[in-house]
């Protein structure tokens, strides 16, 4: 069975809710999810040399990663210097409360911090959603268009009632392909 670390931070509980999500599409493969918050990260960083695969998330902050995310990247130094998570799969997400936001940044910077760390990234793998409208339409698959990772948009509303139908959903199929992916990649 593939085993599967989500490391996450967020504010105000729209990026847990989607980290969550993941964390059900990658379950709905079989794999064995682990799910924590950066702070809990930090302190049980072994644990992750345990995962053949680590998904991060963040919410975009100012177009990056929050200062609690970075924290714990910080801290995963001696973990590069030892390259412990070489050939890992690395996949990651980002939550914003525009549709914009600057995600990108937020997913380049993930990308880069995998790349840091020898790991096999994994995208999207759901095409764009097609619309004449920008964006797409909330219950549309990948409504954000985004192929580097998994982009999602909550409104400044309580966690409960957002993001969208399709973000959910988008956010399911992208933990269960990180899944699909660790159990190729991994053999598992």
């Known amino acids: 069975?593939?085993?599967?670390?989500?490391?996450?931070?967020s504010g105000y509980g729209h990026t847990k809710k989607v980290a969550d999500l993941v964390a059900e599409g990658a379950k709905s493969s079989g794999a064995e999810v682990s799910v924590y918050d950066a702070e809990t990260a930090i302190v049980k960083i072994d644990e992750l040399d345990n995962a053949d695969a680590i998904i991060f998330g963040s919410p975009t902050?100012?177009?990056?990663?929050?200062?609690?995310?970075?924290?714990?990247?910080?801290?995963?130094?001696?973990?590069?210097?030892?390259?412990?998570?070489k050939n890992k799969i690395a996949a990651g997400f980002t939550n914003s409360g525009s549709l914009s936001g600057d995600k990108q940044g937020t997913l380049q910077y993930l990308v880069t911090f995998a790349m840091q760390h020898g790991m096999v990234w994994v995208g999207q793998g759901e095409p764009p959603a097609s619309s004449t409208e920008h964006g797409g339409k909330p219950e549309q698959i990948n409504r954000m268009g985004s192929q580097t990772g998994l982009m999602t948009q909550s409104d400044?509303?309580?966690p409960e009632i957002t993001p969208s139908k399709g973000d959910i959903e988008t956010a399911k199929l992208f933990g269960k392909r990180v899944a699909e992916t660790t159990v190729k990649w991994s053999g598992k």
């Open 1 to 9: 069975m593939a085993k599967i670390a989500i490391v996450y931070h």
């Open 61 to 85: 902050y100012m177009g990056g990663v929050s200062a609690k995310f970075k924290e714990f990247c910080d801290a995963t130094s001696k973990k590069w210097f030892t390259q412990a998570w």
């Open 156 to 158: 400044n509303a309580a």
